[in-house]
């Protein structure tokens, strides 16, 4: 029933999203981890919004705060602020082109970065510094294979 109703899949997509989140890089390339939660996240509102609603943005939200080991609820709020739009406008960002595309998901990823930093710098006096914004850039310029991936994930699974 679950690999049926596609469920098993993106069940498996969120997990790997997770792992890849807190998987040992090199440290040169650590600043520039793609911010993997958001990108499988914004992929899936994109694609069945329908199937992922804010309910799936909360608990992974929620998850990422776990996972990461941040105060509870920051990276849930940022993710639920930063769907709010995908949602309400994914009609027209499907149409739009891979780099028109790249930009809206670098736009929303660096607006998810600067809640949560905001957030961190009011609850725990977190200090800002540069490279905290890398993976915005990281993302955009992942999203268009990340993208052509998971269509064809999505089609494999058929997940409708």
Do not use: C
Request: proline fraction near 6%; charge should be positive; glycine fraction near 4%.
């Amino acid at each position: 029933m679950w690999i049926k109703s596609g469920l098993f899949a993106l069940l498996l997509s969120y997990v790997l999203a997770l792992v890849l989140m807190v998987m040992p890089l090199p440290t040169v390339l650590e600043p520039w981890r793609p911010d993997w939660v958001s990108l499988v996240l914004l992929y899936w509102l994109l694609a069945v919004p329908h199937r992922v609603g804010f309910g799936t943005v909360l608990v992974l939200g929620l998850l990422t705060d776990i996972l990461m080991g941040s105060t509870f609820g920051v990276y849930a709020v940022a993710l639920v602020l930063i769907a709010y739009p995908v949602l309400r406008h994914f009609q027209r960002i499907r149409h739009y082109s891979f780099m028109q595309q790249a930009l809206v998901i670098g736009i929303l990823i660096f607006v998810k970065r600067i809640i949560v930093y905001e957030l961190e710098h009011v609850l725990n006096d977190a200090v800002f510094n540069l490279p905290y914004l890398y993976p915005v850039l990281s993302s955009a310029v992942l999203w268009p294979w990340l993208f052509l991936v998971m269509r064809r994930f999505r089609r494999r699974y058929a997940i409708r």
